[in-house]
């Protein structure tokens, strides 16, 4: 795995998938990027983050187009330390999941009916 230093990614090959910048080997402290989320999302994201004691920071990109150009919806990326990205997609993925707490309260739902 190589790290660009402009994209602040990981990536597999000699260049940035994003940017085609030669990578170099990742640093320890090296800020990576964690995923990109529309604002209350990472809002969410960065809460939960901060609970499990994994600093992050968030940079706002252009916004949204196409259905939710109305809506004034930015877009946001996150970044955690190198040290931290596992653990972080961890807490990403369970958030984000479709078994998450919304989908929790629907199966005790279903289990209540019958």
Avoid: K, W
């Avoid at 990742?26 to 800020?31: E, L, T, V, Y």
């Avoid at 940079?59 to 653990?87: C, D, K, W």
């Amino acid at each position: 795995m190589l790290y660009c230093p402009y994209c602040r990614m990981l990536f597999d090959g000699d260049t940035c998938p994003d940017c085609s910048s030669l990578g170099r080997t990742p640093a320890p402290g090296d800020f990576c990027l964690l995923t990109q989320q529309p604002g209350m999302f990472a809002r969410m994201l960065l809460d939960v983050l901060e609970q499990n004691g994994i600093e992050a920071v968030s940079q706002a990109t252009q916004g949204a187009t196409g259905i939710f150009s109305n809506m004034n919806m930015e877009i946001y990326r996150i970044y955690v330390p190198l040290e931290h990205l596992q653990q972080a997609g961890e807490l990403r993925d369970e958030l984000f999941s479709p078994d998450s707490a919304v989908g929790d309260d629907r199966a005790e739902a279903e289990e209540e009916e019958t």
